[in-house]
């Protein structure tokens, strides 16, 4: 397309466009009636900064939702689906209002930049257009294009370089934040947590009925707890230390330095009063690999008193004092001690008898103890084992909650395979006998081969033959007690488990994936830092450079005013290219323009202009004074 340059006589006054008679002529002359709006000459420089405020305090508001979004949602937690996308929109929404708000700041900051670029030197109206525009990235390059290609590198191009790096890197500056925050997954198995199913077990609960009979079951039960005693004393138990000592000597020997060492088993908990031994075992419960206590404790509490026999006589051993003699050969008798030695008189062993007496046919007695016969020595042990729930305050299980009864454990020990059970008569109804040896058990010296050395060295009822047998009397009481426990302690690893809570049945692991967020907080400081002090950087360079020069805003009517005076100079260019407007305008012009001031007239205030012949000197007014 041709286009018809016709310039305009400038000097002559205004000239009316080709055409512009009637309606378009009447609007421009009736608009000269109304006044001018007057204009303080400060208002621009607090719209400035009210501008850049607004975009720095939109930048840094969203910095900071950044990282109290980040803070959030790295609490050491893992992210459900719908947390994972919410993470992912606010970080994303908040990136992106921080970036808005850096390019309304950096865009302002390049539309003040203009006019102390115009006002510093004088420009062909190709640079002119340029530097108008650049306050976008495009054209800011699109000047700097020229300036290389042209050979015209000057002050103006490398503030406009600057300008555009800053304005690039400042937009892109947020996605730093990338770097700050990573989403993790950690895949594994979730193991349920398991609890030992002991009702699989034939010797939890009540074993020995009340009738006083014996059933198949009974002895099952006894073959089963000799199984898993047998078990947990190659585990956990140990020979005592003492023996060898006392073994070659033929002096009495207090053991009582020895007994909690001895007596000690992994994982428990061992209280050694002066008549009782205590054991407790906070029963395990298992997750994976791994072991956890449970809230439930077994308690194996026994005291012993020593008793001697010589023919069918015996004596007691109580607080260094000796009673007796008693007899227990004659059949009317039904004291308990003479049924145990009776019975334990007709059955020969060179190893220790586990004994115990149950009531039948009608009997109403309860006799928990058991006895422990080696040739004349015969102690007399009192079990009870108890359960407890809870750590700090412990409190005792309902009875009809327990896994264990509180001394039928004991009675299993002289139960044994069933080998030794004899029936006896009297006039109040009648007993059962359990006797058992350890003999069959390839640990036997584990269970209770301490014993016919603790018989060889009793002392003969001095003074310091009572510490001996008291310290006899507690390793024996430790015995009893410690068996039961070994038992339970094996039981609980090698029984049958199930899964707490609503699915017991499902006792394998769940795979599992867990979105975790970690964040390098370091980094974070430093980049909302970074961002935030560039920011004050760029803020305080431009309105120093702008120091001094009537900056516009970014209007286009506001520039087209401005333009007004040297675009009348060139008539019949609305079809044209920006390009070839500002050739065209060069070509008519013929010199270079700038942006400054010119007198008012009749001493009135300065009139900013874009023209050739303006002076750069840009006075201060006072805030009352128009334009």
């Known amino acids: 397309m041709t286009h018809h340059r016709t310039p305009s006589n400038h000097s002559s006054g205004p000239q009316s466009l080709p055409h512009s008679q009637g309606a378009g002529e009447s609007w421009i002359k009736s608009s000269k009636k109304w006044p001018l709006k007057p204009f303080s000459s400060d208002r621009q420089s607090r719209r400035n900064i009210a501008v850049v405020l607004r975009g720095f305090l939109v930048t840094f508001l969203a910095l900071v939702l950044l990282a109290i979004c980040l803070w959030a949602f790295s609490q050491g937690r893992q992210l459900s689906k719908w947390e994972q996308r919410s993470f992912n929109t606010l970080s994303i929404l908040l990136t992106a209002i921080a970036s808005l708000g850096l390019g309304s700041l950096l865009g302002h900051l390049g539309s003040m930049l203009r006019w102390p670029l115009l006002a510093r030197t004088v420009y062909q109206m190709q640079d002119v257009d340029s530097i108008l525009g650049m306050s976008p990235p495009a054209g800011s390059m699109r000047l700097i294009r020229r300036h290389i290609r042209e050979w015209r590198v000057s002050r103006t191009t490398f503030i406009v370089t600057a300008y555009l790096i800053g304005n690039i890197f400042g937009r892109l500056s947020v996605v730093v934040f990338g770097l700050t925050y990573n989403m993790t997954d950690e895949t594994g198995i979730q193991y349920p947590i398991l609890a030992t199913n002991w009702t699989s077990a034939l010797w939890t609960g009540k074993i020995f009925p009340d009738d006083g009979s014996i059933r198949v079951d009974q002895l099952d039960s006894g073959q089963a707890f000799m199984n898993s005693l047998l078990n947990g004393l190659q585990k956990y138990a140990e020979l005592p230390k003492w023996i060898n000592k006392i073994a070659n000597s033929s002096s009495k020997h ?24 205590e054991y407790s075992y906070k029963l395990k419960d298992f997750k994976g690999d791994y072991t956890r206590p449970s809230n439930r404790t077994v308690h194996s509490s026994v005291n012993c008193s020593l008793m001697e026999t010589l023919g069918y006589q015996y004596w007691r051993w109580n607080n260094g004092n000796r009673t007796g003699p008693f007899y227990w050969s004659e059949e009317s008798s039904s004291e308990v001690v003479s049924e145990i030695l009776r019975i334990s008189d007709i059955v020969s062993s060179t190893t220790p008898k586990w004994v115990s007496l149950q009531d039948y046919l009608g009997g109403s007695g309860v006799y928990p103890q058991i006895y422990i016969v080696f040739r004349s020595a015969v102690w007399e042990c009192w079990p009870t084992l108890t359960e407890t729930i809870g750590g700090h305050g412990p409190q005792q299980v309902q009875p009809d909650e327990r896994i264990f009864h509180p001394t039928e454990l004991y009675r299993l020990l002289t139960l044994g395979e069933g080998e030794h059970i004899y029936a006896t008569k009297d006039k109040n109804g009648g007993h059962y006998v359990y006797l058992n040896t350890f003999s069959i058990i390839d640990n036997k010296g584990r269970a209770d081969g301490g014993v016919p050395y603790l018989y060889n060295n009793l002392g ?59 964040v390098n907080w370091v980094r974070v400081i430093l980049i909302v830092a970074s961002i935030t002090g560039g920011q004050v950087l760029a803020i305080l360079a431009v309105l120093s450079y702008c120091k001094g020069v009537y900056t516009r805003d970014d209007s286009h009517l506001a520039t087209a005013e401005l333009l007004k005076t040297v675009i009348n100079r060139f008539d019949d260019g609305k079809l044209m290219t920006g390009e070839e407007l500002a050739r065209s305008l060069d070509d008519v012009l013929g010199v270079p323009v ?5 007198k008012g007239p009749d001493g009135g205030p300065p009139e900013v202009d874009l023209a050739s012949g303006l002076e750069a000197k840009f006075p201060p007014s006072p805030q009352k004074e128009q334009f």
């Open 460 to 518: 003969d009822g001095g003074s310091e033959s009572e510490v001996v047998r008291n310290s006899y009397n507690l390793w024996v009481a430790g015995l009893v007690a410690r068996l039961p426990i070994l038992a339970i302690m094996h039981g609980n690893d090698d029984f049958p488990r199930f899964a707490l809570g609503p699915h017991p049945n499902q006792t394998s692991g769940t795979a599992y994936l867990h979105t975790t967020l970690e």
């Open 594 to 598: 700038s942006y400054g001031t010119r």
């Open 254 to 277: 207090d053991i009582s330095l020895y007994l909690e060492s001895d007596l000690q088993l992994p994982n428990i908990t061992l209280k050694v009063d002066a008549n009782t031994v």
